[in-house]
Structures are given as C-alpha cells and as structure tokens.
Nanobody
Framework: QVQLVESGGGLVQPGGSLRLSCTAS????????MSWFRQAPGKQRALVAT???????NYADSVKGRFTISRDDAKNTVYLQMNALKSEDTGVYYCYADPLFTRSTFWGQGTQVTVSS
C-alpha cells in the first residue's frame, strides 16, 4: 500500500516562502509521476506542479517562476518550494502519486498553507 505524508504547511505573510515535503512509502518517487495539487476555499482541487519519472517538470501558469518542484530519490521525497507567496496561494496542498505500470493512483492527506498578513 502506498502512503504519502505531506508536511511543511503553515501561516506565512505575503511575499514569504515555504517548502512542502511529500514522503512516500510503498512506492518509489523516481518511478512515478508526482504532483502537487491545491484546493482553495470554495474551489475545486487544481494541479499546481508535476515532476515525471524522468525528471521533467510542469507548472500551472499561476505559479510559474515562483514555485519549484523537485525530488530526492534517496529520501523518496518530493518537494514544492514556494516563493513570493500571494494570498491566492492559500489552500490545502495535496501530494499525488501516479506510479508507472499500475492503474492505481494515490493521494496524501493534505497540508494547509495560509498566506495572510
């Protein structure tokens, strides 16, 4: 069974930074497409960033140039570095795994990010 555990959320002022972590067990992040989604209050969950098994990255237009997704294969962990945070970045951030060669996908439990002065 694959488990994803997120951490690193919290309260930050506009313009500040946070780094989210997603540690996987039961599956290798290097053999998965790993993504971060966020769900703002009253809105649907939306894709923020993806890193493929080959290391290619993609970002939502709203976060390009401010957020960076990366992974540490030795720690089996994916990160989301968030800089120049805005109030509209507020929401619950979820880690998502799509392992190669399986039909199953997995979600973490989410971590709250609040950007407010």
């Amino acid at each position: 069974q694959v488990q994803l555990v997120e951490s690193g959320g919290g309260l930050v002022q506009p313009g500040g930074s946070l780094r989210l972590s997603c540690t996987a067990s039961g599956s290798s992040v290097s053999r998965s497409a790993m993504s971060w989604f966020r769900q703002a209050p009253g809105k649907q969950r939306a894709l923020v960033a993806t890193i493929t098994h080959s290391g290619n990255t993609n970002y939502a237009d709203s976060v390009k140039g401010r957020f960076t997704i990366s992974r540490d294969d030795a720690k089996n962990t994916v990160y989301l570095q968030m800089n120049a945070l805005k109030s509209e970045d507020t929401g619950v951030y979820y880690c998502y795994a799509d392992p190669l060669f399986t039909r199953s996908t997995f979600w973490g439990q989410g971590t709250q990010v609040t950007v407010s002065s």
